[in-house]
């Protein structure tokens, strides 16, 4: 079976067993195996002519601010009145933030290279330093699962802002858990790793609290 992107999962197994997590919330799904699963990003303008823009400045090739918005042009507008070569950021022919905020483009007094940037992206990914603006209204982000089975049957969650999932194949538990025999249904349970990591991690400190008076 072919999975192009995706994790291909329980090939030698009869069952598949997904948890898929979107937002927190949990959906559990059991497919035929095997089956191919992929987290698929969602980043599309709702309209062609109106983008969305960042703009972003940096001081010796570190981002320190970000600013985005929606507007079929954008571009920075240089003003001798503001220092180290400043420039207004300006989309649709409107200021952005306001008079006082513009993004540096050269070298200052103490040797810091001060550059800007502009381009049109589709995700808000890469926020770094001091970030205003958005583009709620020109951007679709987020993300979905798409599971496939041999047989054809595909499976699409909704879409969201955080999407995960966790794949088990017959009885045994998803990577990164621990199987603990139970009285319930289906006769055992699956613990993460992490979860058991962090108690341990938390009783040891107890301890030495303890043995230290």
């Given amino acids: 079976m072919e999975c192009q992107g995706g994790q291909l999962a329980c090939e030698n197994a009869k069952k598949a067993k997904i948890k898929v997590i979107i937002d927190d919330k949990v ?3 059991e497919f035929d195996a095997p089956v191919c699963v992929k987290k698929q990003k969602t980043g599309d303008p709702i309209s062609n002519d109106i983008k969305c823009w960042r703009f972003w400045g940096t001081t010796d090739g570190v981002i320190i601010f970000q600013h985005y918005a929606c507007g079929e042009n954008a571009s920075y507008q240089p003003h001798r009145s503001l220092k180290y070569n400043g420039a207004w950021l300006i989309v649709d022919g409107i200021r952005q933030v306001g008079e006082g905020y513009y993004y540096w483009n050269r070298v200052d007094e103490v040797n810091q290279s001060h550059a800007r940037f502009l381009s049109v ?7 770094q330093g001091n970030v205003s603006g958005n583009c709620d209204a020109c951007l679709i982000t987020g993300c979905q699962i798409i599971a496939t089975t041999e047989g054809g049957v595909t499976y699409k969650s909704k879409k969201g802002v955080k999407c995960t999932f966790e794949i088990a194949c017959d009885n045994d538990c998803p990577p990164g858990h621990m199987r603990c025999e139970t009285s319930s249904y289906p006769g055992y349970c699956c613990i993460p790793c992490a979860e058991i990591k962090s108690e341990i991690t938390s009783i040891t400190a107890s301890v030495k609290r303890i043995n230290n008076g």
């Fill in 27 to 29: 959906e559990n799904l």
């Fill in 121 to 127: 992206v589709t995700n808000l990914d890469n926020q």
